[in-house]
T-cell receptor, first 113, second 109 residues
Framework: QKEVEQNSGPLSVPEGAIASLNCTYS??????FFWYRQYSGKSPELIMF????GDKEDGRFTAQLNKASQYVSLLIRDSQPSDSATYLC?????????????FGKGTMLLVSP | NAGVTQTPKFQVLKTGQSMTLQCAQD?????MYWYRQDPGMGLRLIYY???????DKGEVPNGYNVSRLNKREFSLRLESAAPSQTSVYFC????????FGPGTRLTVL
């Protein structure tokens, strides 16, 4: 059974700090990796995706993937109170719609002013 | 370009009543999904449709039925609602990237 594990948190960081969110997955054949942000009472919003080992940067966000260790992380630089949300890690096998995404239960991030 | 839309936003049912949740996407995606989200349980896949004309069970299909009406629309039906089906329901669609609708908050009394 495919599993995606995340620390539930909350992860508390002060404004301006780097927040580091981590995720491990069980299926070694996984090929696509996603981070979603979910504000309380709202739907998940895609913020990052990564397919290859290494780092991918987009603004204040960096996704890191290590397939050998089955580990994916999200770094948020210069954290803002508006970044306070639950972050969901999702893992997929291939890009076909026939392969569904497996979601972790999410890590709650709290950024204090 | 509205993305993924869902109706209704909120619904209260009595035990045993039936209802259909509607979902539509305008991104020309082949694949569509229905999830439920409960506190502490994360997102759980109910049913999905990899392409028009096909549907498959997900992790928690019992008590639900789905219809892929056309490429744009994918509906979820509760034939006889139970309190255990109180949840937030999300529809999603996907090509390479998956996008979610705004959700339906359902309460079954």
């Amino acid at each position: 059974q495919k599993e995606v594990e995340q620390n539930s948190g909350p992860l508390s960081v002060p404004e301006g700090a780097i927040a580091s969110l981590n995720c491990t997955y069980s299926d070694r054949g996984s090929q696509s990796f996603f981070w979603y942000r979910q504000y309380s009472g709202k739907s998940p919003e895609l913020i990052m995706f990564i397919y290859s080992n290494g780092d991918k940067e987009d603004g204040r966000f960096t996704a890191q993937l290590n397939k050998a260790s089955q580990y994916v992380s999200l770094l948020i630089r210069d954290s803002q109170p508006s970044d306070s949300a639950t972050y969901l890690c999702a893992v997929g096998f291939g890009n076909s719609g026939y392969s569904t995404l497996t979601f972790g239960k999410g890590t709650m991030l709290l950024v204090s002013p | 370009n509205a993305g993924v839309t869902q109706t209704p936003k909120f619904q209260v049912l009595k035990t045993g009543q039936s209802m259909t949740l509607q979902c539509a996407q305008d991104m020309n995606h082949n694949s569509m999904y229905w999830y439920r989200q409960d506190p502490g349980m994360g997102l759980r896949l109910i049913y999905y449709s990899a392409s028009e004309g096909t549907t498959d069970k997900g992790e928690v299909p019992n008590g639900y039925n789905v219809s892929r009406l056309n490429k744009r629309e994918f509906s979820l039906r509760l034939e006889s609602a139970a309190p255990s089906q109180t949840s937030v329901y999300f529809c999603a669609s996907r090509a390479q990237l998956q996008y979610f609708g705004p959700g339906t908050r359902l309460t079954v009394l």
